[in-house]
């Protein structure tokens, strides 16, 4: 019989995310009960955005959750290696033989003639995607453009079936464990691009390829990926390959059922490992998510998720992924901990890494340890206790205070990379476009993140904090403020469009 394998395939490129645990954890339990195997493999093809950074903390972040994986590119096992950017030259021979056997073609279309191509579609109103041109190419010319050194990316060949043909042509049918079959034309599919300008694959080709060589035999993997299937389907068919079976997740969802987003909600586990959140319960919340137990207990653990698991107990409503249940559920384990449990996991929680950073910056203003506590306190609260009054007293108007805390967030938000370098140099050009003194446009930030205006340097505070947690409190600080209206947020967001093109800020206060 065969083994089954599943797997999680993480691409570094952010914060660990709650929703790659969510996926990781399914994977799991569905690979334990059949008694097979789960695979950790990183997906880091996008090399502009993965980072080393990511991945180590994808990794760690996993495995503070508990889900261990068999094989991985940190354990290793006999598919290695596990990450993509060291099997370039599986993915060359892959494509090349899609060429060979004319499934795959060379396209030397310039940006120019695809942006001009994209803006006719979208006029017609018609859906956007490649037309074909360089699959007329004759052999030769392909071969004489490709001598000459002309850049070219390789696409997929996709049927392009006539409108009349019968719906069995027209149509890719894919099927899902959870969703039964599913049914895309194949005019939505666009002829993807399999292998870059660089060499590199895409995530199409590369995810297909390394499922297939490492024998993944089922792949459970969000809903975003549905619209993908029928070109994987495509691909594994080229090949001559069996398709695993697939499983697409509901999508986990913020409390207003919008797609769960770090603009709303924490996302970052490690904003959960910080805040003080036990594995334990966090993987419980997760199994939570669409699944429940036979006896619809809601405390349970990892052991009694895989023993009970049954994956066609997911349902595909929109499960919300909401803080309050979360803590009100971490409250549950907490309280049930023996005692010595309880002060293992409060040390635990203490993290001898983040000590010594928060330490480092408290050591020159104190003359008692004991003052520690009033200097250092912020780091370790979940949020600080503000008031309506907590900003009283500093030079910025209120606008002012509320649109450079806005902006800042917008811009905060956008940043992959999380160090003090990236976090000065955002508050810094906001500060200039803002045309206000350095002193009191920092003041804010010093209420919001530590509560007082007289805390050790903000900027290296927030970067020690990480994103979420630094996020977190500047929304609960404009929340305080009165929260942003419509009305405000329309012109905030003329302004951060001011800001980001360069300009200057200052009639701010003016114009509200
Ligand atoms: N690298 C993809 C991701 O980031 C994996 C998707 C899949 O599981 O196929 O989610």
Request: charged share 20%; proline share 6%.
């Amino acid at each position: 019989m065969t083994v089954v394998r599943t797997r999680v395939a993480p691409s570094p490129t952010g914060d660990p995310h709650v929703g790659t645990a969510y996926i990781a954890l399914f994977n799991l339990c569905f690979a334990r009960q059949h008694g097979g195997q789960f695979i950790l493999r990183i997906e880091d093809t996008d090399q502009v955005r993965s980072t080393p950074e990511s991945e180590a903390q994808i990794l760690a972040s996993l495995k503070w959750l508990g889900l261990n994986w068999d094989e991985g590119p940190d354990v290793g096992g006999p598919y290695a290696p596990y990450r993509q950017s060291e099997r370039s030259e599986v993915y060359r021979v892959h494509t090349q033989q899609l060429i060979d056997n004319g499934h795959a073609f060379h396209c030397f279309c310039s940006t120019g003639r695809l942006d001009t191509l994209r803006a006719e579609q979208m006029a017609n109103k018609q859906t956007p995607g490649y037309d074909g041109h360089c699959t007329h190419l004759s052999a030769d010319e392909v071969a004489r453009r490709l001598a000459a050194g002309e850049s070219s990316v390789v696409r997929m060949k996709v049927p392009r079936p006539a409108v009349d043909a019968p719906a069995e042509e027209r149509l890719c049918v894919v099927n899902d464990l959870l969703r039964g079959t599913i049914e895309i034309p194949w005019e939505q599919v666009d002829m993807q691009v399999l292998m870059k300008a660089d060499g590199l694959p895409t995530y199409h080709l590369a995810n297909v390829v390394d499922d297939h060589l490492m024998a993944i035999t089922h792949v459970l993997r969000g809903e975003e990926w549905i619209s993908s299937a029928p070109k994987h389907k495509l691909l594994y068919d080229y090949f001559g390959w069996e398709m695993p079976v697939l499983c697409h997740m509901p999508l986990l969802r913020n409390p207003d059922k919008s797609k769960l987003s770090k603009r709303k909600n924490p996302t970052s586990i490690t904003y959960y490992q910080r805040m003080g959140y036990l594995p334990e319960a966090v993987l419980n919340y997760l199994g939570r998510m669409g699944w429940s137990m036979p006896d619809e207990r809601e405390q349970f653990t990892l052991v009694d998720m895989i023993a009970n698991f049954d994956v066609s107990r997911v349902s595909l409503g929109g499960p919300i992924f909401d803080v309050e249940k979360l803590s009100w559920l971490n409250g549950q384990w907490l309280k049930a901990l023996p005692l010595p449990e309880f002060v293992a996991a409060f040390q635990r929680w203490a993290q001898p890494e983040f000590l010594s950073r928060v330490a480092s910056q408290i050591q020159t203003r104190i003359s008692t340890l004991s003052e520690a506590v009033d200097w250092a306190g912020f780091f370790f609260a979940g949020n600080v206790k503000l008031t309506e009054n907590s900003f009283d007293g500093l030079k910025l108007s209120p606008e002012q205070i509320k649109a450079a805390l806005q902006l800042a967030l917008w811009e905060l938000e956008l940043q992959s990379q999380w160090d003090h370098s990236v976090i000065h140099d955002v508050l810094q050009r906001l500060n200039s476009a803002m045309g206000i003194k350095m002193r009191d446009f920092m003041a804010p930030f010093f209420i919001s993140i530590a509560g007082t205006p007289s805390a050790p340097p903000i900027m290296e505070a927030m970067a020690i904090m990480g994103p979420d947690m630094t996020r977190a409190r500047l929304r609960d600080a404009i929340a305080i403020l009165g929260g942003v209206s419509k009305k405000e947020t329309k012109l905030l967001e003329k302004q951060l469009a001011a800001f980001r093109r360069g300009d200057s800020l200052t009639e701010i206060e003016e114009q509200s």
